[in-house]
């Protein structure tokens, strides 16, 4: 064999190792928005009934938050926060973050549809993604996890509960 084609070769075998496995992920942190469910910039609205948020929820620059607590209530000890220092530290946190994201690049393209999908640790990419229909999706090993999601996340209900996918 030439080393021409053997070059080739290992090259194409390093490209569909790269293309085949997710970008990796490093830890991030959320900072001063640790203790914060909800985040929001110019509003954050509650609109169903009964739902019971484990988790800060803050607002700034913005200052309307409505439907807290005739549709939702923050679990003691946490409160809701209307462009206040706290608030204005989880913006600060959560925009740092989000810088520290871009930087990573766009991560490995996958389907928008989330349920039934096991997936590692690892940065992917999404469009509008859908976890609705099964409420499903397995994060399977150790690791960091990171969802770069383009437009809307549509989650199926299941009660309430407060997490980060990290």
Request: proline share 4%.
């Amino acid at each position: 064999m030439s080393e021409r084609c053997l070059n080739f070769l290992v090259g194409a075998v390093g490209a569909a190792a790269l293309f085949a496995a997710p970008s990796t992920a490093t830890a991030q942190s959320v900072g001063a928005a640790q203790s914060f469910a909800i985040v929001g910039g110019q509003s954050v609205t509650a609109a169903g009934t009964g739902t019971l948020i484990n988790g800060d929820v803050g607002v700034s620059p913005g200052t309307s938050i409505t439907g807290f607590p005739a549709s939702a209530t923050t679990v003691p000890p946490y409160a809701t926060h209307n462009n206040d220092g706290a608030a204005q530290n989880a913006q600060a946190a959560t925009l740092a973050l989000y810088n520290s994201l871009v930087a990573l690049g766009a991560g490995t393209s996958i389907a928008d549809e989330l349920s039934g999908q096991i997936l590692g640790p690892g940065t992917y990419s999404i469009g509008a993604a859908n976890i609705a229909s099964t409420g499903n999706l397995t994060l399977s090993g150790a690791g960091t996890y990171i969802f770069k999601v383009a437009s809307s996340l549509t989650a199926k209900g299941r009660g309430s509960k407060r997490g980060a996918l990290k």
